[in-house]
């Protein structure tokens, strides 16, 4: 049983910084990719960043400069540093693992760690 766990969230002025992590457990299998989420209420959920076993990073627009995705593979963890934080940033951030088992890809998503950017 995959078991998907983020940690780091919290409540940070204007302009600061938080680090969230997210460890995966529970596979035999490698982890092909991690990525980070974030939905707001009422909104769709968004694809913040996302790094593959060998490194490759993608990153939306609106954090482009702003958050670092990095990944341990030994610890099957990822972690988004988040610096420059904005009010907009608001959100409830959920980690995906997938994971290829038989050929085929699998999502696995944590409970989520709320983040709030407020003065």
């Known amino acids: 049983q995959v078991q998907v766990v983020e940690s780091g969230g919290g409540l940070v002025q204007p302009g600061g910084s938080l680090r969230l992590s997210c460890t995966a457990s529970?596979?035999?299998?490698?982890?092909?990719?991690l990525g980070w989420y974030r939905q707001a209420p009422g909104k769709e959920r968004e694809l913040i960043a996302t790094?593959?076993?060998?490194?490759?990073?993608h990153y939306a627009d609106s954090v482009k400069g702003r958050f670092t995705i990095s990944r341990d593979n030994a610890k099957n963890t990822v972690y988004l540093q988040m610096n420059s934080l904005k009010p907009e940033d608001t959100d409830l951030y959920s980690c995906?693992?997938?994971?290829?088992?038989?050929?085929?890809?699998?999502?696995?998503w944590g409970q989520g760690t709320q983040v709030t950017v407020s003065s």
């Open positions: 529970g596979s035999s299998s490698s982890i092909n990719a």
């Open positions: 790094i593959l076993s060998g490194g490759s990073t």
């Open positions: 995906n693992a997938v994971i290829y088992t038989d050929y085929e890809p699998y999502d696995y």
